[in-house]
Each structure stands twice: as C-alpha cells, then as structure tokens.
C-alpha cells in the first residue's frame, strides 16, 4: 500500500512542478509590458528554464543516487520553490533570465529522483503505469496553470501570484522530508541484474542504446514544449482569442496528454508481462507515439481555425506523450542502481531540445513569416525518432 501512496506523493509533486513551470507562459504579456520585453526577449527567458534544467540533469541524477531520493527531492523542490518567488522579484530582462536559469538548475532534480525511488520502490513490471501517472501530473498540472494563473493574475498581478505559488512547493517539500523513507521495509523482487546494469554509469552513458535514447527524447521535448512555451501566445494572437478562450483552447493538449500517459504506462507494462512481447514493450509504444506526433505537427499547418489548431496540437501532444513513459522504463532497465543518473542524461538531452524549441519557434516565425517551418521540423523530428526506436533493446523475450 505505501508504495501507491509514494506514487501519488510524486503525481501531486509532477503537478506542482508543471504548475510553477508553465505560469511564465501565462503571465508572459503582462511580464513583457512590465519589464518592456520583445517576444525574442521572452524566447530567451523560457529558454534560460530549459537550459538550466537540461546543464543539471546529470549532476542531479547523480545526487539521487547518491544520497537518495528523500533528501534529493527534498532539497531540490525547496530551492525551486523559492526561485518561483523569486520570479515575482525580477526587475529587467538580466534578474529574470538569471532567475529562470537557476530555478531551471532546481527543477531538474525531480524526475530523476522520482525515477531513483522508484527504482527503489517499485518492481520493472510496475514502473510502466508508475511512470505514466507520474508524468500524467505534470499535463493536469500544466493544463490547470493556464485558467489559474488567469484567475491569479486578474487578482493579485503576475508578482505576487509567482510568490504564492513558490509556498505550494516548500509544502510539499516539508512533508516529504517527513514522511518518506528510502527504501521499503520489504527488498523489491527484481530479476537478475543485466550486464548493462552492473556496469558504470559512464559505460552506460557511452553505449549506442543511451545515444539513441537521448537522440529521441530531443525530439519529444522539441515537439510537446511548443504546448508549455508558444502555443499559449500562438493561438491567442494567430487566431484574435481573448485571454479566456486562449486558456481554455491551451488546456485541451495537455489533459489529453494524461490520457496518453497512463495509456502507454498500461501498455508498457501489459507487453513486459507477456514474455513473447516483452522486448516490445518500451519499443512499441514510443513508435506509435512518434508516428502520431509527427502527424500532428504536420496538420498543424493546414489547421485554418483555432479548434482546428487545438486538435492538431492535442495529437501531436498525445503521441509526444505516449514515448515518456516507455523512455524512463528503459532508462531504469539500462541504468539499474544509477537510474537517477541515467535518466539524467536522457532528460538533459530531451531539454537541450526544449531549450531549441522555445528560442528558434520566434526565430522561425520572423524568418519566414509564419509557424510552418517549425512545425516541418518537429514532424521530421519525430519521424527520424521512430528510426532510433527501432534500435533500442533493453528487455528481452
């Protein structure tokens, strides 16, 4: 029973983690008018988070392993937390790019010190589903950030909002340190470690198998980041929506992408159960989730009205989606005990396309006078990633 309730404790801190994320982009008009910021100033800003988060994914996967996930986590979501108060304190474009660096450096201590206890906690056939509730918060987290913020802006202004919702996280940050523990009382049944999960990390790290999982998961954040960065302001001022509509047409992509992500964590977990199958349990669902994501980014630039839009973008998230899943079971197949490292790695790379996506989207757009191109290139992205996955092997028949 407490290893459901150490997944429910990580599903509530993948929320706050989107939440305290995706508010930037919420509050992004009334940032720019305040601090007088171009949307390529803005670009810069949203990508200073991804930066930031990508630089410390390995030193933080490093620290969960290390010391464990109960301080880690502990430790990294109180100093986001006080970052995303921070935020409410930046006075020009410096402080609110450096603020946004460093609370980027903060939150990549939390899905490898997720995927660290969880390791810890959970045997491989349940990690699929773990996995997929876990990242499922974090769309339900980011899809509520869009009407919250609205609401908290209209009441409070964009500075004092950024300040309450620093609390929520040195909440949840105390009651962690509190209540969980490193391991269960009871040892995990696991089967007989692979070579791969005896070996260094940096072996692992150097093997084709970590290169194509972190080549893929480029092309996942490039594609599913456009939904956390532009597509908020893209669909507001393409389409002429009020503030209202806007949240509300943003909000459809990501609560569909929770759908997805327990969806792939079943499936994952189904195949692992079945032995003939098993070697296509993380395959199978990450192609499909590329081939859907690269339809999606391609029909976004037919779309000719703002639903039509919002559906384009809702596949494209969908199936963005459905590769998260099998992407960290198979880390913590090939990673064993340096899972939080490894995960690391991949989620540094897969931010390293974040970082991309949101400084070249206004990029683009200005260079060739349309979204088009951007979006030509996250379909060819994900089409290239189906060819990595059809390479990657971390479990066998």
């Known amino acids: 029973m407490t290893r459901y309730l150490v997944v429910f404790a990580l ?30 100033a803005m670009g810069v800003v949203f990508g200073a988070f991804a930066l930031g988060y990508a630089l410390a994914q390995i030193p933080s996967g490093w620290f969960a392993d290390r010391f464990g996930p109960r301080l880690a986590l502990a430790v990294v979501v109180s100093a986001w937390s006080v970052l995303t108060a921070l935020t409410g304190a930046a006075r020009d474009f410096t402080s609110l790019v450096v603020i946004r660096f460093l609370f980027g450096i903060g939150e990549a201590g939390a899905f490898p010190g997720a995927a660290r206890a969880f390791y810890n906690w959970l045997p491989p056939a349940e990690r699929g589903l773990a996995n997929g509730i876990l990242f499922s918060g974090s769309r339900i987290g980011a899809a509520l950030s869009f009407p919250l913020l609205a609401w908290m802006l209209a009441r409070f202004g964009w500075r004092v909002s950024f300040v309450l919702l620093g609390g929520i996280g040195v909440f949840w940050a105390a009651l962690w340190l509190l209540w969980f523990r490193d391991h269960p009382r009871q040892p995990v049944a696991r089967p007989a470690p692979t070579t791969s999960q005896s070996e260094s990390f940096w072996k692992v790290f150097r093997s084709r198998g ?9 092309s996942s954040n490039f594609t ?66 590329f081939a859907l994501a690269a339809v999606g980014m391609f029909a976004i630039t037919q779309a000719s009205s703002p639903l039509a839009a919002v559906v384009c973008f809702t596949l494209a998230a969908f199936g963005a989606d459905l ?10 197949d090939i990673g064993g005990k340096n899972s939080g490292a490894v995960s690391g790695a991949m989620n540094m790379l897969g931010n390293f396309g974040s970082f991309v996506s949101a400084t070249t989207f206004p990029l683009l757009h200005q260079a060739t006078g349309g979204a088009s191109a951007y979006f030509f290139v996250a379909a060819s992205l994900n089409v290239l990633s189906i060819a990595c996955w059809s390479r990657m092997v971390s479990t066998r028949s």
């Open 11 to 40: 599903f509530v801190l993948s929320m706050i983690t989107y939440i305290d994320r995706v508010c930037i982009s919420s509050a992004k008009e009334p940032i720019a008018a305040s601090l007088a910021l171009s949307d390529a």
């Open 210 to 218: 970590m290169a194509l999982a972190m080549a893929q998961y480029f």
């Open 224 to 289: 599913f980041f456009i939904c956390l960065s532009w597509m908020h302001p893209y669909l507001k001022q393409h389409y002429q929506l009020s503030a209202a509509d806007a949240a509300a047409y943003s909000m459809a992509p990501l609560i569909l992408g929770a759908t997805a992500q327990w969806a792939a964590g079943a499936m994952v977990d189904f195949l692992y159960r079945r032995p003939p199958l098993r070697a296509w349990s993380r395959r199978l669902p990450a192609m499909l989730g």
């Open 323 to 332: 590769t998260i899943s099998p992407s960290w079971s198979y880390c913590m």
